[in-house]
């Protein structure tokens, strides 16, 4: 009698939980969906306005995009092309791209002018994704030059996510240093750094010097950029393992403008001033110096010049000051002129004070002018228009 009760216990729980499940089932899909499998199901999701549930019943169709069902689903996108997010033009490439990348660019490109560039660029994506080298190929085959230039950034973005970043590096060495290059490069260090600061430093130091187009003076700073973004310390300790490498040239204000933002501001100054001698580089110091404080100064109006009013006066304070003082000459100028009369430098100390007298003159020329008159300033030269231009530069040059 146990027994069979039990028996009759199970098959209970077993109906209850099929029951649970069916109902599940059809609230996940919906009255009235189609299986996930079908065309049907795929034209479903482009006509649902939820974008919830049109992610969903898309990438559930996605999963079963194939030869065989391909040409309809084509067809249905492209029927409603309209109402189709570059977003999902991607997820349909990268699920073409599964079986037939080579084929859905050059789709893509045989497509009219008014869709082409989204689908070309989203093609070229998720051929990159899969098969970089093979993306390469075909887009340097493509006969349209302005469109060849134009998804070479895809390319690279795609090919930077994935495993073959030794093939990436190698084709960045390759191009001419410039503003693309570098933004290609950028991308590079971003997707390393998500492995942690090790990988991108592991990377960055396995680049030999002679590498072609300046490859790794291009790269440290960017490098530098992103291990002080996640890791400061680690950061200030590798810049000072190549402190003397042409390869580690501008990448203090890099590392000094990630540190003041994310992490401790003081401890950066003090870092700075604790590097000594730098030589030719002195100057990048007093750059990151003073960017840092303006940063610092920015987010943090109290803090910054709570710190600055504790510190004594030192030459390698001038940076700091000179930012302090252009920062706050709209609101008490007669303040900033004495902040600006602390900085030992005599050529950065007049730089300064002409860009806090213009701010004052623009905002209150009566009463600027009659306080520079009777403080000597028109003898030096700080309401002369021409005496400098360079009045909005922050960094203490």
Not at 9 to 14: D, E, H, P, T
Not at 79 to 84: K, T
Request: proline letters at 5%; charged letters at 25%.
């Amino acid at each position: 009698m146990r027994d069979q009760a039990l028996r009759v216990a199970l098959a209970a729980l077993a109906l209850a939980a099929a029951f649970g499940l069916g109902r599940l089932t059809a609230q996940t899909r919906g009255a009235g969906d189609s299986d996930p499998g079908d065309v049907a199901s795929f034209r479903q999701a482009l006509a649902d306005e939820n974008e919830l549930t049109r992610t969903r019943r898309m990438s559930a169709f996605l999963e079963h995009l194939s030869t065989g069902n391909l040409d309809d689903a084509r067809a249905a996108l492209v029927e409603r092309q309209l109402g189709v997010s570059a977003n999902e033009v991607r997820l349909f490439m990268l699920a073409w791209a599964r079986f037939d990348a080579a084929g859905a660019f050059a789709w893509a490109l045989a497509q009219p002018a008014s869709w082409r560039p989204t689908l070309a660029k989203e093609a070229i994506y998720a051929f990159a994704f899969r098969d970089p080298q093979g993306a390469l190929r075909a887009l340097e085959s493509a006969e349209d030059a302005p469109e060849r230039e134009r998804l070479r950034g895809s390319l690279v973005a795609a090919w930077a996510r994935g495993p073959d970043k030794a093939g990436l590096q190698a084709y960045l060495s390759a191009l001419p240093p410039g503003r693309e290059r570098d933004r290609y490069l950028f991308w590079l260090v971003g997707e390393t750094a998500k492995a942690g600061p090790e990988a991108v430093i592991a990377w960055v130091d396995a680049i030999p010097d002679g590498a072609s187009n300046d490859l790794a003076r291009a790269a440290f700073p960017l490098a530098a950029g992103a291990i002080a973004n996640a890791d400061a310390a680690r950061a200030a300790a590798w810049y000072e393992s190549h402190r003397g490498d042409a390869r580690a040239a501008g990448s203090l204000e890099v590392i000094a403008r990630r540190w003041a933002t994310r992490h401790d501001p003081p401890a950066l100054f003090a870092w700075l001033e604790s590097l000594g001698d730098l030589g030719e580089r002195d100057t990048e110091r007093r750059r990151a110096f003073g960017t840092a404080f303006r940063l610092w100064h920015e987010a943090d109006r109290g803090a910054a010049s709570a710190w600055l009013r504790e510190q004594p006066s030192r030459p390698a304070l001038d940076p700091a000051l000179a930012a302090f003082a252009r920062e706050t000459a709209s609101v008490d100028p007669t303040d900033s002129f004495a902040w600006a009369d602390r900085i030992a430098d005599a050529e950065l100390r007049r730089r300064t004070r002409t860009a806090v007298a213009r701010t004052w003159l623009r905002k209150d020329p009566a009463a600027a002018r009659a306080w520079l008159a009777t403080h000597g300033a028109e003898g030096d030269g700080v309401v002369d228009a021409s005496a400098d231009t360079d009045e909005r530069d922050p960094r203490g040059r």
